[in-house]
């Protein structure tokens, strides 16, 4: 199989951890015989500093033109002082935006190997984490108009909260189809006793829900979820909700698992292109080091060989490298414990590349 794929390195951690993601796909292309075709692209700050623009258009054209993109994270208190349009993240929201990729699945699974690194009790993690959160991405919030106005004297600032009906419904059937692969429930997580955007989310899916009688259908507030997912996170599967909520519970979720730097994202629209990055950020406190887990990145990379590729057994092949790197006592600093071998970030990516 022949791909293009778009990587945006980014900024802070971000070019160590890609480097690694990278390592793995050349192991697997060799393997398994692919060829993965790499385009650089300059994203987020980086984007600043060489070209005035967090997403120059060039570089939007170079992800549409690619079957996929890989991105490490963008962002870091370099360009903190910018206004929000110049601000690093800018780039990514436009690049969301511009791909139309407004299905965002981001898994929250324990890996049995880190479950001393969870900060919950034991009696909790025995009973089992594994949902996903399905976070949509290009809407609410962070997309409805922002301004800042001066009134009376002072500084107003608004942001408007807005989804349309084809914005839940699309999203909410994602989350039904990707529960009828699992275990067969979805929760949908708003505020709904305060926001109308919230009860236009819980109308639209009681639509949806009549088309999967087989899943089994919960409403849960956001603040009552964020205290359940502590609580008891065995009792989710898919989690739905809006970008807000989405990003909130998504690292609230990585968490419970250990470490955030274990968890990958996809991020899809209608068609297979999609873009694929780990949730955490950029770090800025050990970039540079070579002291960053680039799991998250790596398993990022699987999950766009079986859902953009269709290349199933390459992304398991991968998975199951980590698995092995896991069993063999190999951690990052991030959740590292005692009779582990402490491993740097290229360490990390090298004994996973070599356990495929
Ligand atoms: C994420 C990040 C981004 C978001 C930032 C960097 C804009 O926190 O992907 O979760 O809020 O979506
Ligand atoms: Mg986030």
């Given at each position: 199989m022949n791909k293009t794929i778009a990587v945006i390195r980014g900024d802070g951690i971000g070019p160590e951890i890609v480097n690694e993601a990278l390592k793995v796909l050349d192991k697997i292309a060799e393997q398994y015989g692919h060829a993965f075709a790499c385009e650089d692209v300059d994203m987020g700050g980086v984007a600043i500093d060489k070209?005035?623009?967090?997403?120059p258009q060039a570089m939007l054209d170079k992800c549409l033109a690619a079957d996929s993109v890989l991105l490490g994270a963008v962002g870091g208190?370099?360009?903190?002082?910018?206004p929000g349009p110049q601000r690093p993240e800018k780039g990514l929201l436009r690049l969301r935006a511009g791909m139309g990729l407004y299905s965002n699945l981001r898994p929250a699974k324990l890996w049995p190997q880190l479950a001393d690194a969870s900060p919950l009790k034991p009696s909790i993690v025995e009973k089992g984490i594994d949902f996903l959160v399905v976070r949509e991405l290009i809407s609410g919030i962070y997309f409805g108009e922002h301004k800042t106005v001066e009134q009376n004297g002072e500084q107003v600032a608004t942001d408007v909260m807005r989804y349309a009906e084809h914005e839940i419904e699309r999203i909410g059937r994602i989350a039904f189809e990707t529960a009828m692969k699992r275990r067969k429930k979805v929760t949908c997580v708003d505020k709904a006793n305060v926001l109308d955007s919230s009860r236009l989310w819980r109308a639209v899916l009681h639509r949806v829900k009549e088309d999967y009688p087989e899943v089994e259908y919960g409403e849960m507030f956001v603040d009552n979820a964020s205290m359940q997912l502590v609580k008891d996170p065995s009792q989710f599967d898919v989690i739905v909700t809006g970008n807000m909520f989405g990003d909130i519970l998504s690292d609230e979720a990585s968490m419970l698992t250990g470490t955030i730097g274990m968890i990958p994202s996809s991020s899809l629209g209608d068609g297979t292109r999609g873009m694929y990055e780990p949730i955490h950020g950029s770090a800025p406190d050990i970039a540079g080091q070579n002291k960053a887990n680039p799991i998250g990145t790596i398993l990022s990379a699987a999950m766009m060989l079986k859902y953009?590729?269709?290349l199933d057994v390459e992304a398991a092949a991968i998975e199951a490298a980590v698995d092995k790197a896991l069993n063999d006592g190999l951690r990052t600093a991030d959740c590292m414990a005692d009779g582990c071998r402490l491993v740097s970030c290229s360490e990390m990516g090298d004994a996973i590349a070599a356990r495929i």
């Open positions: 070209w005035g623009d967090p997403l208190p370099k360009w903190e002082g910018l953009s590729f269709g």
